[in-house]
């Protein structure tokens, strides 16, 4: 027997999930025909409701459902601060950490030449404008340590520069009750260079 050509469709749509197959996308998509066709109705319905919905930030580039999130909007953050992340998950665990005040800027990327991922897909036109506003003193740069994170950090960190405004990176180091000998090398070695006075 042929399968029915929507829940061929189905199949093959659930394969944009990341780390779905076709045997799993087969599989949920039978279960949710079979055993929770209320769940599947759920999932349509909050699926539409987010791309209808959901729209990005004027301001920093994360998602919300105004025209700018309830973050940028706040009067308790410094806005002399803009913190520069590669991910909405970023930004989530700095305000978990609490340990910064200012307001954020999320690329939803990082520089990647070899995928094709250049200054214009991490959005730094909208970057560059919204640090020039005048009110921003000082870019926080906070992406990953990873090499497109630090090739990213600097190409921002050069233009921010340019524009005469005060550049600084997050340190890296060791993890809070971490013991030395427990640590790999690379991280010993850069919070070495990067101690500062006791
Ligand atoms: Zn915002």
């Known amino acids: 027997m042929r399968t029915p050509s929507s829940l061929e469709e189905l199949i093959a749509a659930l ?27 759920g ?75 250049g200054p214009k897909e991490v959005h730094l036109d909208r970057l560059i404008q919204r640090a020039a506003d005048g009110v921003v003193r000082e870019v926080v740069l906070a992406t990953n340590f990873t090499v497109e994170g630090e090739a990213t950090a600097h190409y921002i960190g050069e233009a921010m520069r340019a524009r005469g405004l005060k550049v600084t990176r997050i340190a890296r180091g060791l993890p809070v009750g971490g013991e030395l000998e427990h640590v790999d090398s690379g991280t010993l070695a850069q919070a070495v260079i990067e101690r500062r006075e006791a």
Request: charged residues 20%.
């Open 43 to 117: 999932l349509a319905a909050a699926l539409t409701a987010m791309l209808a919905r959901v729209r990005r930030c004027e301001k920093c580039n994360n998602y919300t459902e105004e025209p700018v999130c309830s973050l940028c909007s706040s009067p308790r953050r410094d806005p002399a601060q803009l913190c520069v992340v590669e991910a909405p998950g970023d930004l989530l665990m700095m305000e978990q950490a609490q340990c910064y005040q200012g307001l954020y800027f999320v690329l939803m990327g990082v520089l990647s030449p070899l995928d094709g991922i």
């Open 15 to 41: 394969r944009c999930l990341p780390g779905v197959g076709p045997k799993s996308a087969q599989r949920m998509a039978y279960h949710l025909l079979q055993r929770d066709p209320e769940g599947a109705a």
